[in-house]
């Protein structure tokens, strides 16, 4: 069973630049979590989708970041303008019928 | 809120047992262990529901007290391969994790 695929696997950006990350979740899986991690710290929630909806959302900057999870299979997570403060790793994790969340690699972004 | 865990480091010799802490003011619905090696994404360890259970795998064990809302992960003769952050992820009424800062643990041989 292939896992969940994030890329790309790092982007170097300057602040007020726009970024992308795309997810694909395990095949089957209905949640989708983008998580935020910051060095040394644990993973924070930005956003949960059940299919193709929002369950979660209150953690997400909304004047900068968005998500979307158009036909309920893979998600894109866009900041637009970034800042020097959300240089991380983008999380990507998916959940079936368990409550096991299963992490893709990561995305790991460097704003300058 | 964020789960408190601790300690925040430890340091062990092959053989040695471990025991991590996460404490949260909230009442829980479950709580998820994951150990993360540095530079790759969390592994699931495992996960307790509501109800005081207790899990094992392999040399890992967990615990959940759920009147105290704590849950305590159990590391019996550490391995190399047990190196890295575990954290506790909680979860209040089937909604998203909620994870603590971690616990950095290195086994040296």
């Known amino acids: 069973e292939a896992g969940v695929a994030q890329s790309p696997r790092y982007k170097i950006i300057e602040k007020r630049q726009s970024v992308a990350f795309w997810c694909n979740p395990i095949s089957g899986h209905a949640t989708l979590y983008w998580y935020q991690q910051i060095l040394g710290q644990g993973p924070k929630l930005l956003i949960q989708?059940?299919?193709?909806?929002?369950?979660?959302d209150s953690q997400l900057p909304k004047d900068r970041f968005s998500a979307e999870r158009l036909k309920g299979v893979d998600s894109t997570l866009k900041i637009q303008p970034a800042k020097l403060e959300d240089s991380a790793v983008y999380l990507c994790a998916s959940t079936g019928v368990s409550y096991e969340q299963y992490f893709g690699p990561g995305t790991r972004l460097t704003v300058t | 809120q964020q789960p408190v865990q601790s300690p925040q480091a430890v340091i062990l010799r092959e053989g040695e047992d471990a025991v991590i802490n996460c404490s949260s003011s909230k009442a829980l619905y479950s709580v998820h262990w994951y150990r993360q090696k540095h530079g790759e994404a969390p592994v699931f360890l495992m996960i307790l529901l509501k109800g005081g259970e207790q899990k094992g795998h392999d040399k890992i064990s967990a615990s959940f007290n759920e009147k105290k809302q704590q849950s305590s992960l159990y590391l019996t003769a550490s391995q190399l391969s047990y190196s890295g952050t575990y954290f506790c992820g909680t979860e209040a009424g089937r909604r998203a994790l909620t994870f603590g800062s971690g616990t950095r643990l290195q086994v040296q041989p």
């Open positions: 989708f059940q299919n193709n909806g929002v369950v979660d």
